[in-house]
Structure formats: C-alpha cells, structure tokens
Nanobody, 126 residues
Framework: QVMLVESGGGLVQTGDSLSLSCAAS????????MGWFRQAPGKGREFVAA????????YYGDSVKGRASISRDDAENTVYLRMNSLEPEDAAVYYC???????????????????WGQGTQVTVSS
C-alpha cells in the first residue's frame, strides 16, 4: 500500500489553470503507475490521467485531452497534474491513485489502482 496525499485544489475561475500535487510514501513510489481521477457530485469516478513508471508514457481522459498534463518526480515521490483552460465541468474532487495495472488497456480503470488519496476539491466559477 502507498499512502497518498493530494494538495493544490481550490477555487478558480473559468479559463484559469491549476496544478495539483500528490505526495506518496513509501519509497517504492517509482514502481507504481500513478493516476488521477475525479468525481463530481452525483457522478461516478472519471479517469483524468495516468503516467507509467519512469514517466515513459502518459494517458489522458477524453474530456481533458489537450488541457491536462501529468508528470512525476520519483526523487520527490510526487506526481503532478496541471490543468489549463478550466471549465465549470472540471469541478470535482480530484483523487490521486497508485497501482500496477495489468496492461495499457486498464490504465483508465479505477479498479486497477490499489491506493487512493483522500482527494482535493477543485471548484470552477463561471
């Protein structure tokens, strides 16, 4: 199990950018695929982005493609999510997750991730 703590959420305006961070422990962080998911009120959890070990590849959900960027710093045990051109529809609780998905086809599946943070709220005003 990996302990994950997200930070960086808050209230932003439409069109603004936001950076989220997720600090992880223990030191086996670099062995995990890291993902970001989000959940808006009344909706299911939605895949946002994932990054493989060694930052070899990144994957994005269709709703954020072109506006989101995921990165990781294994030396700092931290994964980041940068979101640009935020829209009211981006408002949600954003969760960081760590896992070892069986294949690239399961990176977008929340069941592929075994450890989750507590989430950070992002609110977008119009």
């Amino acid at each position: 199990q990996v302990m994950l703590v997200e930070s960086g959420g808050g209230l932003v305006q439409t069109g603004d950018s936001l950076s989220l961070s997720c600090a992880a422990s223990p030191r086996t962080f670099d062995s995990y695929v890291m993902g970001w998911f989000r959940q808006a009120p009344g909706k299911g959890r939605e895949f946002v982005a994932a990054i493989t070990r060694n930052a070899g590849s990144t994957y994005y959900g269709d709703s954020v493609k072109g506006r989101a960027s995921i990165s990781r710093d294994d030396a700092e045990n931290t994964v980041y999510l940068r979101m640009n051109s935020l829209e009211p529809e981006d408002a949600a609780v954003y969760y960081c997750a760590a896992g070892r998905p069986a294949s690239v086809y399961t990176y977008k599946v929340e069941e592929s991730y075994q450890s989750w943070g507590q989430g950070t709220q992002v609110t977008v005003s119009s």
